[in-house]
């Protein structure tokens, strides 16, 4: 049962107040009445339904593989609170498949002793006929999520040449056939040939200039020409350990004869067990609703059922409920007593805005949320098919977000917290309102906000199709034809444009990376993700914080010193002027232990001359063209943006001239190249003068 207030605006403020003043008051009585009437009917309907859930998460097999159980769920035949998001399964004809990010692998076998996962990737591995496919569709490196997974000492690095020159004959010498294996594929009726060279050996096979590469993990063995490598490599797979699972958890369920199952609105592990008696002990969490406007029963969970102990356990148990629900109830009349007292001074921000509901997700007053459009949960989980995992954009350590359609035919990205806690809610405050007061055409837009009151904190963003710079240089959107070089011009000056807008409004980003930079499908960029920016006050040029960022793009400054200023973003965005004109990682462990870092292996090769051996060898950087020009201007501005002290390194502003300068007036529009500050004033920045005009922009 459940009782709806909505004010009507009937002229009278003191019928209003009136009835605000006492709704109140009914609801807690109707609430309590209902949650004690209740009580029983929901016992009983949860007793089937768990029943059903205990039952739906037995293990599975799948060809070879049996008794297949948490965190792996299978896609195919369970529901998905029988694992872990990250580890579904896809039963096919005896085969498993799994998705990594974004990448899909066979599953070669599983030790869920040990939590270790041999693996192979589905578009090199044929399952059915045993073939190794050495020249796949894209030229994409193996990529696992080190938030859940981590390769095991088993493993070594190898890389996969494409398109490469002549090997010199030196190389061929009896000396040096260990390091590589030289094979071949068929592409369209064209022989494709293939070097295999340990990650460690990569850097003397430069003289090469070949124009793509894999990078695959395999089995540590040592290469040997024409000894069947690639076949050995590939077909065997390589490990990984998993973990970060809630492991103690379920071990512990196990332990007492459970199954584990997983609760994605609390990112927990659930633990389902059932007596051999048929009895079951029960765990009930009580839940005082926001604002007192409810008091229900938010879960329900089947305790670990102790054999020996069952009937003295329950005892307690219930000893433990009853002074629960007496506690609760001497806590709710004070603070209802307190509430009532002070209830005319609630209500009088309510008569202001008689058109709010007093359902929990409306309730929230529009300054709350920067005055931004709210939404309420139940209107996103349509939008997003339920959050289905097809609609899946990407994930990081704290949210996931999901493509969605809007009634009113808006395309949206959702952005999911994983779970609430103070600093989540301090971020997701953080993010709204940084994209509240911004506006700019190289920023991504905010189309509104979850009330904070709302079943789970969401944000919503405009559309961004085209995926990420880190898609199109080293993801799923990386093609043997790379990204042109002008249309990489482009990103760098639209995101220092951006960058500049930023530090003028007082804000700094604090986590340029390229997965944070979007594109639409014109390639014309979209900066997102604000949960680590910082709203600078307007008279400091630094803040004392502790250090966030991404590995490969934190300032190192900032990592030591824990003072942040506007010159860590011109550091970050140097590392992503490395990224263009490399297409290399910012941080890739298969790289040699001095080379993991791109940053620290640019600034070596910046000073010993040599950043030709890292450039992107589809790129014009042989000839004196003007793209070899523009590549060496970007090189330039990188190194200077890339200095460990920040006072050595130049603004936003600077930056962003420097790039127009590099790129050329007369190939770029104006909007492109113009710097918005936070007043309205685009300046249009030229090699010779720079010239103002007016701009409408709501900030």
Known sequence: MQLNFRLQDTGSNYTKVNMNKYSSQISLTFYFINTFLLFPLLLSQFYGTADEMYTSC???????????????????????????????LDCQDGSLTMEIKYQKFHILRIDQ???????????????????????????????????????????????????????????????????????????????????????????????????????????????????????????????????????????????????????????????????????????????????????????????????????????FFMKGVISSVLATLVILASIYIYRRRSNNSHVESYIQSPSISLQPSKRISKSK???????????????????????????????????????????????????Y???????????????????????????????????????????????????????????????????????????????????????????????????NAECHVKVADFGLSRIFPIDKSRVLTTPKGTSGYLDPEYNKTQELTYKSDVFSFGVVLIELITCLRAYDISRKKEDVVLYEMAMNKFQNQTLTDIMDHTLDFNSDSKENQMINGVAELAFRCLQ???????????????LVNIQGVNEIQPEAASSSNPDGEIKLVNNASSSTKQKNASV
């Not at 195919?76 to 580890?87: D, I």
């Not at 490990?239 to 609760?263: A, F, L, M, S």
């Not at 939008?383 to 949206?412: M, P």
Request: charged share 20%; net charge negative.
């Open 58 to 88: 037995e293990p599975f097999n799948c060809g070879n593989f049996v008794n297949i159980t948490y965190p792996f769920w299978n896609y195919n035949t369970q529901p998905s609170y029988c694992g872990h998001p990250k580890f579904m």
């Open 113 to 315: 002793a040990s939590q270790i996962l041999r693996i192979a990737r589905e578009d090199i591995w044929d399952f059915i006929s045993g073939d190794i496919e050495l020249c796949p569709k894209h030229y994409t490196n193996v990529d696992i999520d080190f938030h859940f997974f981590n390769y095991t000492s088993n493993n070594k690095m190898y890389i996969m040449l494409y398109e490469c020159g002549p090997l010199p004959d030196s190389y061929y010498s009896p000396s040096n056939q260990d390091n590589f294996e030289v094979t071949s594929c068929d592409i369209e009726g064209k022989i494709q040939i293939i070097y295999i060279v340990s990650s460690a050996k990569l850097t003397d096979f430069s003289v090469m200039k070949c124009k793509n590469s894999i990078t695959v993990p395999g089995k540590t063995n040592s290469l040997k020409n024409n000894s069947g490598v690639a076949k050995s490599v590939l077909d065997d797979g390589f490990e990984v350990r998993w973990n970060g699972v809630g492991d103690d958890t379920c071990h512990n369920c196990i332990k007492h004869g459970g199954r584990c199952g997983y609760k994605r609105a609390e990112n927990a592990v659930m633990c389902l067990s059932k007596d051999p008696k048929g009895k079951w002990n029960w765990k009930m969490k009580l839940t005082a609703g926001n604002k007192f406007n409810s008091l229900y029963i938010s879960s329900f969970s089947r305790c670990t059922s102790y054999t020996q102990y069952n009937y003295l356990y329950f005892l």
């Open 369 to 419: 949320n920067f005055g931004v459009e709210h939404f309420v949960f139940e209107d996103l989980d349509v939008a997003t098919e339920y959050f289905s995992i097809d609609n899946r954009l990407g994930d990081g350590g704290s949210a996931e977000v999901f493509y969605g359609k809007l009634l009113d035919g808006r395309q949206v990205a959702v952005k999911r917290l994983f779970e």
């Open 421 to 519: 806690s103070i600093n989540k809610e301090k971020q997701f405050l953080n993010e709204v309102e940084i994209l509240a007061r911004v506006v700019h055409p190289n920023l991504v837009l905010l189309y509104g906000c979850t009330s904070l009151i709302s079943r789970e904190a969401m944000i919503v963003y405009e559309y961004v199709s085209n995926g990420s710079l880190y898609d199109h240089l080293h993801g799923n959107k990386a093609t043997s034809e790379k990204l042109p070089w002008n249309i990489r011009m482009r990103i760098a000056v639209e995101t220092a444009d951006a960058l500049n807008y930023l530090h003028a409004s007082n804000i700094v980003h604090r986590d340029i990376k390229s997965s944070n930079i979007l594109l």
């Open 644 to 658: 460990i002290s920040s006072h050595m390194r130049p603004t936003m502003e600077d930056v962003l001239q420097n």
